[in-house]
């Protein structure tokens, strides 16, 4: 086991994408990713309250554990179609926001034996779509489950465009604009791949999830940089590792810290990276910190699965276990400044200080989910429902309480409350003060993170995908 100190580790591999066709000024409602933003906190920016007894829509859309996202009156979700087996096919799906009507649909496959590493699981991988899409402009970018990177035309075929120049256009399938292989670089995953891309609207920001136990943690980069238009390589960082971490999990975040853009990458063996956005760009390398969020654990390496939240200059982050969804442990959320520079430690340096750790919390399971942050308050719940409510500006816990079911997927905070899904299908609706009620049963249970618009919340259950009508509350 790679001692805790060590900053040689390979902690998954992110990919930089110049996107195909970027537009400068870009308005909000341009962009769409999951959790909202790159910053990765779950907060509707539209004050409305959700009506779950004013059903607008629910189909059925086939096993998937990928989240919707909400663009220009369309839901675009990841999923499986078909059999829950090597049969059934993994797909990219659009559907009309007010009606639930199918647009189109992108059928891709899953890796093959050849594609992963020898010790990888072959019943975990069918799964669908895991990646949640970035949508900018008329274009959405997804990762596949056999590590190819898509590009789409957001229309389809219904613009009677073909932007590929490759697609036969059929109505009722996906326009690719363009594609790149992660195999190219060398690498295979341990399951599938499943990253949900951040961006900033310049660059596309991609966490791949190589397996461990095989000779390419030292050989393949950790975070690298493509020119879409040529295929071409421009730029790549490599950090080495004998962690023995399975495969990196979480999605990059990307946020504006001060006045510089972080692209902050959480890796499977525990350490956290962050790196000015601008640099990448240039093809230069400017490693801003990085933070080993294992520390006080001696030799034992914990995966990240949540995504870095940043929340005015502050980072939160969450440990998971070894092996997520496998074994167990306890979890911490770390609350570190993303203003300092360098090595960051929770141990105090000459002047006393501790180094950017601002305060960690400890829940009693590993934590799956992302922290929300809402009115000064941050909010984390573990794998098996304990929630705990913690003042942002000095770590004091506010309080804790515990749902009646396991929960994975983010929170959403809608209104005056954060909505809470969960393995028995039900939607909690938590106050600020800890009082929680159920105010929606799915039919099953819920891996994917609730979205909303201003006038709508779309969840989306094991199979099923339902929309609810939301109004101004004023």
């Excluded at 799906?93 to 050849?114: C, F, N, Q």
């Excluded at 613009?159 to 109505?171: P, R, S």
């Excluded at 933070?291 to 200059?313: K, M, W």
Aim: with cysteine; net charge negative.
């Amino acid at each position: 086991m790679a001692n805790c100190r060590s900053s040689t580790m390979v902690v998954g591999t992110l990919v930089v994408l110049a996107l195909h066709s970027p537009k400068l000024g870009l308005a909000d409602e341009d962009i769409a990713q999951w959790c909202r933003s790159g910053a990765r906190n779950n907060v509707c920016s539209v004050n409305c309250i959700a009506h779950f007894s004013e059903e607008r829509w629910s189909r059925r859309i086939g096993e998937h554990h990928g989240s919707p996202v909400i663009s220009l009156g369309r839901v675009f979700l990841g999923t499986h179609l078909g059999e829950y087996s090597p049969l059934g096919t993994p797909a990219m799906v659009a559907m009309d926001l007010k009606s639930g009507e199918i647009l189109w649909t992108h059928r891709t496959r899953y890796a093959d034996p050849s594609e992963r590493v020898k010790c990888a699981a072959t019943d975990a991988g069918w799964v669908g779509v895991c990646s949640s899409p970035v949508i900018i402009g008329d274009r959405l970018y997804y990762v596949a489950p056999h590590g190819v990177v898509y590009c789409l035309d957001t229309n389809g075929f219904h613009d009677d465009e073909d932007d590929g120049a490759k697609d036969t256009m059929d109505i009722d399938a996906g326009d690719v604009v363009f594609e790149f292989d992660l195999k190219s670089l060398g690498m295979r995953s341990y399951h599938y791949w499943g990253s949900s891309p951040a961006t900033d609207g310049k660059l596309l920001y991609i966490s791949t999830s190589p397996g461990s136990y095989t000779r390419q943690h030292s050989e393949v980069p950790g975070l690298i940089a493509i020119d879409v238009k040529t295929g071409k390589c421009v730029w790549q960082f490599r950090a080495a590792s004998k962690s023995g971490a399975r495969c990196q999990l979480a999605s990059p975040s990307v946020a504006s810290i001060g006045r510089r853009t972080q692209v902050i990458f959480a890796g499977g063996d525990g350490w956290v990276y962050s790196f000015d956005a601008d640099s990448i760009a240039k093809g230069e390398t400017k490693e801003l910190w990085r933070f080993d969020a294992c520390q006080g654990r001696g030799s034992t390496r914990l995966n990240i699965v949540a995504s870095p939240v940043i929340h005015e200059g502050k980072v939160l982050i969450a440990t998971a276990s070894r092996i997520p969804f496998l074994d167990n442990s306890p979890g911490v959320l770390w609350c570190i400044d993303g203003s300092r520079r360098g090595h960051l430690s929770n141990v105090p340096d000459a002047k006393g200080d501790n180094s950017g750790v601002l305060w960690k919390v400890s829940l009693e399971n590993e934590i799956i989910a992302n922290p929300v942050v809402h009115d000064g308050l941050a909010y984390v719940v573990d794998t098996e429902g304990q929630m705990a409510c913690i003042r942002v500006d000095n770590g004091s816990e506010h309080w804790r309480r515990r749902l009646e079911q396991d929960v994975w997927a983010t929170p959403l905070w809608l209104a005056d409350q954060l909505l809470v899904t969960g393995s028995d299908g039900i939607v909690f609706g938590l106050k600020a003060n800890g009082i929680a009620r159920p105010v929606c049963k799915m039919n099953r249970e819920v891996y994917a993170t609730p979205t909303a618009n201003g006038d709508s919340l779309v969840i989306a259950s094991q199979d099923t995908i339902r929309c609810f009508n939301c109004s101004d509350p004023n």
